[in-house]
């Protein structure tokens, strides 16, 4: 009888041999554990230490936290904004704002990061963390602007399912804050920015929309931008007056230093290929910049993998990073892009013997409460859980299926936010 390895374990066994290593996985994409990898000489290109450090979006609290610790900032000399409901940081001062959708929060939060950017004193320098969620939690529309019609132009373009570098490009044109504004009145010795970026493939300087990035505007380009995804009476006349007005872009007179880039979506892959493969099984990595629809991607990587499968007859796991979009019903229940793509891919992998795991690395994803999922596909093959499957992603209610399956994953919110991570394990065939 052949002595099992961990290079053939069967699904069962996978998933056994995986599930713990999630935690680990988590940790190690974590804002902490990458700030304090990071080479002293990085910290040193610029020659000033920072004085004051502010950090926004969902990794805000490790960021601010690790950085304070790290230069040996004042704790009055800090300001920390991040989601409402995430764990706060430990005896810093902080601020909450509304996510996925701004709200008066946003507003609040956008207008204290500027109040502590412009308190900075001539003879002080700032570093400055951005993150995931912080398009969202700095909001403050261009002067003229009603923030209630920036937002329901906002919400639209998400349920169509919107982009990344669409949605932010439209954030910056209509922001007093984004594409450098928050240094619009900065008056300190220079500026350092260390990100974690979620937007795959796309300039690490988009993060968050750019807040200490100086970003040209081009109203006439952002325009005709909103008319391929909006009908015309959805883009109100005071959003088109507004881009075609005269633009004072924030320019920034403090000396920019190069943005330190702790991880993004391909730091996930690497991680993952040293977690997630079994001994002996070299990872095959698909993409670090999945994205478009979440059922339609999962479609496309299952017609891909299928094909791998036919050519080669071995043990193989693939792994995939991105960020891919959900396109909303009027009525909609719980659920969000991560599982999406993983239950859409196990319906497109029903006949092929494989564990599908599919990761929000922030934690949680869209409004499910979950992580993710991690499930055998021979789980999947009867007709009457391929019928409920369907029937979820038709409604955008996966979260209860997931849970009610036995197939989610729960970590709650990470700390960190470096896009969605796809890996699928094919036994060897026998």
Not at 364 to 384: K, P, R
């Amino acid at each position: 009888m052949k002595t099992s390895t961990r290079s053939d374990l069967g699904p069962e066994g996978y998933i056994s041999f995986c599930r713990p290593r999630i935690p680990e996985l988590l940790r190690q994409i974590s804002p902490q554990y990458l700030i304090g990898n990071i080479p002293p000489e990085r910290w040193s290109e610029s020659g000033e230490r920072p004085t004051h450090i502010l950090s926004v979006g969902k990794a805000a609290r490790q960021m601010s936290e690790s950085l304070t610790h790290l230069f040996s900032i004042p704790v009055s000399q800090t300001l920390t904004i991040l989601p409402e409901g995430y764990p706060p940081p430990e005896n810093l001062p902080f601020v909450t704002g509304n996510h996925p959708y701004p709200g008066t929060g946003s507003q609040n939060a956008a207008r204290q990061a500027l109040s502590f950017v412009q308190a900075i004193p001539p003879d002080g320098s700032l570093l400055c963390g951005i993150s995931g969620g912080a398009s969202s939690l700095l909001f403050l529309p261009a002067p003229g602007l009603d923030p209630g019609i920036k937002s329901e132009l906002l919400f639209r373009l998400m349920s169509k399912g919107a982009p990344i570098d669409i949605l932010n490009l439209v954030r910056i044109h209509l922001s007093s804050i984004k594409g450098g504004g928050l240094l619009r009145e900065f008056r300190g010795r220079g500026v350092r920015t260390v990100l974690l970026s979620d937007t795959p493939c796309l300039p690490p300087e988009l993060v968050g929309s750019g807040p200490t990035f100086f970003q040209p505007r081009d109203g006439e380009k952002a325009i005709s931008i909103l008319q391929e995804w909006l009908s015309p009476e959805e883009i109100p006349g005071i959003v088109q007056q507004t881009l075609r007005s005269p633009q004072n872009d924030p320019a920034i007179h403090a000396p920019e230093f190069p943005a330190i880039l702790l991880g993004n979506s391909e730091t996930v892959l690497q991680k993952a290929a040293a977690l997630l493969a079994p001994e002996g099984i070299q990872p095959e990595l698909l993409t670090a910049c999945l994205s478009g629809d979440a059922q339609e991607a999962g479609k496309v990587l299952g017609s891909i993998i299928r094909w791998k499968a036919r050519h080669q007859k071995k043990t193989r796991l693939f792994l995939a990073t991105g960020e891919t979009t959900v396109s909303l019903r009027e009525e909609s229940g719980q659920g969000g892009r991560t599982l999406e793509l993983g239950l859409s891919l196990g319906l497109s992998l029903r006949d092929t013997p494989a564990v599908i795991g599919s990761l929000a690395t922030d934690g949680l994803d869209g409004n499910s409460g979950l992580s993710g999922i991690l499930l055998d596909t021979t789980s999947i093959q009867g007709e009457s859980v391929m019928t409920r499957i369907r029937k979820s992603l038709r409604m955008h209610n996966t979260g209860p299926l997931a849970q009610a399956e036995g197939f989610s994953l729960q970590y709650g919110p990470s700390g960190t936010n470096l896009n969605d991570l796809i890996w699928v394990y094919l036994p060897h065939p026998n």
